[in-house]
């Protein structure tokens, strides 16, 4: 089993930053790869942002290129979300994910975990 603690989220303007991090524990945490997804109200959970295992490879989708950047701590068990320039589009509540399986945080995370959820929410 693997628990995982988001942090960081709230309110700010658009054009504002905001870190998220997730605090994991459970399993060697450099044998998992880490991710962010997040759902907006009405929409499906989306894939926001992954890092492999040792820290070597980071997958994103398209419309975070140049605003968001994940990274991780193995030493402490934590992977950020570092998020700026947000957009009131970028409202969501924000999922810390963790998977044995690359293939598989990059797109549903089957088999994986995930954390409660933070909510950020970015006003025009």
């Known amino acids: 089993q693997v628990q995982l603690v988001e942090s960081g989220g709230g309110l700010v303007q658009a054009g504002g930053s905001l870190r998220l991090s997730c605090a994991a524990s459970?399993?060697?945490?450099?044998?998992?790869?880490m991710g962010w997804f997040r759902q907006s109200p009405g929409k499906e959970r989306e894939f926001v942002y992954a890092?492999?295992?040792?820290?070597?490879?980071?997958y994103y989708t398209n419309s975070m290129k140049g605003r968001f950047t994940i990274s991780r701590d193995n030493a402490k068990n934590t992977v950020d979300l570092q998020m700026n320039s947000l957009k009131p589009e970028d409202t969501a509540v924000y999922y810390c994910a963790a998977n044995a399986r690359w293939s598989k945080i990059m797109t549903t995370n089957d088999g994986g975990y995930w954390g409660q959820g933070t909510q950020v929410t970015v006003s025009s």
């Open positions: 890092i492999s295992g040792d820290g070597s490879s980071t």
């Open positions: 459970g399993r060697t945490f450099s044998a998992l790869a």
